[in-house]
């Protein structure tokens, strides 16, 4: 999508048309990539097109006024996030997905790993909660855990310059950034997600939202600033304009054009 500057109203009836889109999509068929690749490319439509459908009730729901901008840009974030993974599972599909969906091997092994630990903590609150968690979600899987993470983890590592081996932070072994540069989204990522970051990471740019200078000295308001509201549904047309040209090419749905119309 062009970055243009619109009206809220003009951006959140593109969001409208983009939503709608996106629901028309009949998948009839695996993708010749693999259930792995299609079954992700459907999990992020599906995210994708719930979270516009929360903007939009949003939108509905309260005066533009007081529109809540801090929860709309927590939820759009994630919306690029899946786009800029979209498109690097996209170029290379079997093997990425395939990676993509194994890491979770790992995540639950560090769950699992953090919940023994603490379950010795020296607050007897922790220990009590620990030792509940571990008995309703990993004392009957523990052993094919660490069964399945021995299987897959030498795929998940870097070696340090000593030798050390040490498990990616995410799936790619790859920040987002990184990512998002090998997808040719450089620019969104250090215009527009880092403004949403704030909102995630709670930095001072949060809390300015609420407040308020002037004569009589400070004051805090949940009142929209002026251009939130824009922000808000401008980054998400963006953001699945762009995932919806990739989903409707992949499963030759729609093309461009299709997708290009919902933005005029």
Known sequence: MSVRILTSDQYINILDKLFKLGISAEI????????????????????????????????????KRYFPTTV?????RPMFEIDVNAHYISKDPIIRAHQYIEYD???????????????????????EGMEMTWKDDW?????????????????????????????YNNWSGKSIREMAIEVDHEEAYDIFYADL????HVD?????????????????????????????????????SCFLSLFGKTFDLWCDKEVHKCLG
Request: aromatic share 12%; proline share 1%.
């Open 105 to 127: 091997y790992i995540v639950k092994k560090r769950q699992m790993d953090a919940c023994t630990k603490h379950m010795n903590s020296n607050k007897p609150d922790w220990r």
């Open 204 to 240: 001072v740019r949060l809390a300015d939202r609420f407040l308020r200078l002037n004569r009589s000295g400070m004051s805090w308001s949940t009142e929209a600033k002026y251009y939130d509201i824009n922000s808000v549904f401008r980054y998400a047309d963006i953001f699945l």
């Open 197 to 200: 970051s704030s909102f995630t």
């Open 72 to 76: 709309g840009y927590t939820i759009v």
């Open 139 to 167: 004392s009957d899987i523990q052993q094919e855990i660490n069964s399945k993470f021995d299987l897959v983890h030498s795929r998940f590592e870097k070696v340090t310059k000593n030798g050390k081996h040490i498990l």
């Open 28 to 63: 009839k068929k695996i993708h010749k990539n693999g259930p792995e690749y299609t079954s992700l490319m459907v999990c992020f439509l599906n995210h994708n097109l719930k979270s516009a459908e929360c903007l939009l009730k949003l939108s509905n729901s309260f005066e």
